[in-house]
Each structure stands twice: as structure tokens, then as C-alpha cells.
């Protein structure tokens, strides 16, 4: 066997990831050379793990299950096309006289609007005073079409940090992230390393559904930057992990797309110190192309082998 050539542990975790994964097909019969194949369906595949992460429907059992919406936030099922106009109205009539909330208004200027949110952030002393400032802050458009803001999930106290890109429709629905296939998919991952929410702490770069779960736009992804910064300063952990390239992009300061940034750990200040912040593959992509599950794994591994080198 030569020095690369794996064991048979490393092959049997290897197959353990991925029953826990859930694979239990296999897609084809015979290899296929990705580096022999035309640029334009690699090009297609790039896109693709870069593309927006959150299925555009709940999960039937979600649908089902789904709490009461908080009170913070437009509470009826509209058509997309209605929570707009509705919006529009609400921004002309009601937001000018609104008490107790902060920013200017879902049409600030864009580097108003980040500045707002940057200077409104750093006045958080703890995560709840941060989630509070978020439930009302008023310049990021988006929180008029969500129905919920989602903030956080798992363990704030943990050492390890997942961030992902913005809520879908369960989410949504929930009030926390990763709650739908993905987010099942998330765990099952994090299982297979000996994590799960009681030991890791989970959020997105948005804080709220993009309608139609559309891309988070630059200007929104802007806006809400300050507050995930905060929300890592204030949470501590010793190594974040960035869900997808969106994440990456947003707290790596890399413009490289996903497949190049993944597996890649990256220094991340938080304002206190220097932390590591490893880039993965997003749940929602690995869905579509069950094969990459085996570089996540490998991403797994080294976010396992990190945090056993830390202690704890
Ligand atoms: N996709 C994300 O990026 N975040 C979620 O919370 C759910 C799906």
C-alpha cells in the first residue's frame, strides 16, 4: 500500500459517512473523468455550487408541523406579488411613524443602510440584545416579506460555529435555521463527526427569507453582514464553519467560488481574535449531487481533526 493509499478505517468511516448521509444507491456503474469532460458542463457544475441554497417549498412534514408565527411579523400567506404591493403600502404609509425601531427604511441607500446596521450592532452586549436589534431593524427590505426572523439554532456556548446563507421556506416557518432537507441533511453530517445542536452553534449570513427564495442581493447581504459579525464576535467559537459559497464569500473576504474555496481554512478575525474558518459545501448542494458528499466528508474530517487538536 502506498503512503496515500487509504485504510481499511478510513474506508469504513468513508462508507459510514455516507449510509449516515443517507446514500444508499449508487448512481453509476463506471467512473467518469470530470477533467476530461468539455469546460462548459464543469462551468455548469460551478455555477451550481454557488447557486442560491434553500429549496423553494417546506417539507410536508414541516408544513405540518410549523409553530404559530412570532409576533413581529406579517402573519397571513400572500402570493409573492401581493406581499410586495402590501409592503409598498406599509413603506408609505405605516413605517415613518413606527416607534421603537431602527434604521431608515427598506430603501436606504445601500451603504446607509450597512452603516445603520454596523452601528446598530456593535451596540449589542449579547446575542439577545443582538437578536432583539435584528427583530427591529427596519433597512433591510426583506424582513417585510418574512414571515419570521431566524436567528440562531443549537449551542451558543459551542466551539464550533456553522453559518449558512439565508432561511428557505421551513425556516421560514420555523424560526430557525436549517430546518428543512438540508438542514436534516446538515445533522446527519454533523452527527457523523460527533456534533450535533447541543454542541454547535448554527446561522445564516440572512437573517430572513429572500422571496421565492431568490439570491440574497448584494446590497441585502451587505446590510446584514454586520450583524452575522457580531453575532460570531459575540458567540466566540473557536472555528466557523461557511455553508456554501455564499457564506465563504461573505466572511472568507474570497471571491473564489466554492468548489476552489472548500476544504480551504481560512484566518477570521472577530474583533477579539484571530479564529479558523474552514469553507464546506452547502447541504442543499450536496442534495442535487450526492457525489460531492465525499469531499464534505473530507471538509468533515479536518473540522474533526481541528477541533481534537484543540482539546475539549
Ligand atoms: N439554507 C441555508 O443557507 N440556511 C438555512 O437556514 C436553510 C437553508
Known amino acids: 500500500m502506498t503512503a496515500d493509499a487509504p485504510d481499511s478505517r478510513d474506508l469504513l468511516s468513508f462508507l459510514d459517512f455516507h449510509v449516515a448521509a443517507g446514500v444508499d444507491a449508487v448512481l453509476d456503474e463506471t467512473p467518469h473523468d470530470r477533467f476530461a469532460e468539455p469546460e462548459a ?3 455548469a457544475a460551478r455555477a451550481e455550487a454557488d447557486a442560491p ?57 445601500p451603504g446607509e443602510a450597512a452603516g445603520d446596521a454596523r452601528e446598530l450592532a456593535a451596540t449589542a452586549a ?41 432561511p428557505g421556506a421551513d425556516e421560514d416557518r420555523v424560526g430557525k435555521p436549517f430546518m428543512g ?12 463527526v460527533g456534533l450535533d445542536r447541543t454542541n454547535a452553534y448554527v446561522g445564516n ?42 457564506a465563504t464569500q461573505a466572511l472568507a473576504g474570497t471571491k473564489d467560488g466554492i468548489l476552489k474555496s472548500r476544504g480551504r481554512w481560512f484566518p477570521y478575525r472577530t474583533g477579539r481574535r484571530e479564529i479558523r474558518l ?12 450526492p457525489l460531492q458528499k465525499r469531499l464534505a466528508w473530507r471538509d468533515f474530517r479536518a473540522l474533526r481533526a481541528a477541533l481534537d487538536e484543540g482539546g475539549r
Open 41 to 43: 458542463p464543469r462551468r
Open 53 to 109: 441554497m434553500r429549496p423553494s417549498e417546506p417539507t410536508p412534514e414541516l408544513a405540518r408541523a410549523a409553530p404559530p408565527p412570532r409576533q413581529d411579523a406579517p402573519r397571513a400567506e400572500v402570493p409573492r406579488q401581493e406581499a410586495v404591493r402590501q409592503e409598498t403600502v406599509r413603506q408609505e404609509t405605516v413605517r415613518p411613524e413606527a416607534p421603537s425601531t431602527y434604521g431608515r427604511s427598506a430603501a436606504a441607500a
Open 126 to 166: 449579547s446575542l439577545e440584545e443582538l437578536e432583539g436589534l435584528l427583530g427591529q431593524f427596519e433597512s433591510c427590505a426583506l424582513r417585510f416579506t418574512a414571515k419570521n426572523l431566524v436567528f440562531a439554532d443549537g449551542n451558543p456556548q459551542a466551539r464550533v460555529m456553522f453559518v449558512g446563507e439565508a
Open 181 to 192: 432537507r438540508s438542514g436534516q441533511l446538515l445533522d446527519r453530517m454533523m452527527a457523523a
Open 205 to 246: 449570513v440572512v437573517p430572513w427569507r429572500p422571496p421565492g427564495n431568490r439570491n440574497p442581493t448584494p446590497q441585502e447581504l451587505a446590510t446584514c453582514k454586520p450583524f452575522i459579525e457580531r453575532q460570531i464576535a459575540l458567540a466566540d467559537p473557536d472555528i466557523l464553519v461557511c455553508l456554501g459559497g455564499v
Open 278 to 289: 474552514l469553507a464546506t459545501l452547502h447541504p442543499a448542494y450536496l442534495l442535487r449531487q
